[in-house]
């Protein structure tokens, strides 16, 4: 039972690199999500997406880039990393909110630090 | 928008009492789900119960219950019999029953509790 599988769990990056945080789902979810969750806080929607091809901003997108080319996958970009970027980072998916069966599967997070 | 507050930053119980996490919400919709999920200190998010708004009957899941009150918009979960390994940040989250794109989750930010031996 693979469920949201996310790499890698965790990196530092200095700051101006870019990486790609993946992520991948095995449920068949139509829909997913990014998340970041910063120190004491709850987590903030980075981007979202309703089905391959689709996606959105969320609360707190830039800084971040998006894609989604299969059902399955749904990997995150950070381009010019910067300090304020360092957090936890979780990626997650469910069906729609109307289907049955509804709850949002979380991965285990990505940690990343920016120095 | 929704929101959601929880107004306690942090408790401290000791094992096998009874306690009580806060969570209220403010929403102009009637149809949403509203969840508690569990952050042990590896971070995972466990789902520990959900609840939907057009259900009267609160929900249970073992030693776990929920006390929903939809006109006062709060939202509270009680913990029975607490044990060392509830220990755990617990966070309140809501989303919107509305089949579209942003129906994310909304989180508050969070209850640390304390389990002490």
């Known amino acids: 039972n693979a469920g949201v599988t996310q790499t890698p769990k965790f990196r530092i990056l200095k700051i101006g690199q870019s990486m790609t945080l993946q992520c991948t789902q095995d449920?068949?979810?139509?829909?997913m999500y990014w998340y970041r969750q910063d120190p004491g806080m709850g987590l903030k929607l980075i981007y979202y997406?309703?089905?391959?091809?689709?996606?959105d901003k969320g609360e707190v997108p830039n800084g971040y880039n998006v894609s989604r080319s299969t059902t399955e996958d749904f990997p995150l970009r950070l381009e010019l990393a910067a300090p304020s970027q360092t957090s936890v980072y979780f990626c997650?998916?469910?069906?729609?909110?109307?289907?049955?069966?509804?709850?949002?599967?979380f991965g285990e997070g990505s940690w990343l630090t920016v120095v | 928008a929704q929101t959601v507050t929880q107004s306690q930053p942090e408790m401290s119980v000791q094992e096998a009492e009874t306690v009580t996490l806060s969570c209220t919400y403010d929403t102009s919709e009637s149809n949403y789900y509203l969840f508690w999920y569990k952050q042990p200190p590896s971070r995972q998010m466990i789902l520990v119960i959900r609840q939907e708004a057009y259900k009267q009957q609160n929900a249970t899941e073992n030693r776990f219950s929920v006390n929903f009150q939809k006109a006062a918009k709060s939202f509270s979960l009680k913990i029975s019999d607490s044990q060392l390994g509830d220990t755990a940040m617990y966070f309140c989250?809501?989303?919107?029953?509305?089949?579209?794109?942003?129906?994310?989750?909304?989180f508050g930010k969070g209850t640390h509790l304390i389990i002490q031996p």
């Open positions: 989250a809501f989303r919107l029953y509305s089949g579209g794109g942003a129906d994310g989750l909304t």
């Open positions: 997650a998916s469910s069906y729609s909110s109307r289907a049955p069966g509804n709850t949002i599967y």
């Open positions: 449920m068949n979810h139509n829909y």
């Open positions: 997406s309703v089905g391959a091809g689709i996606t």
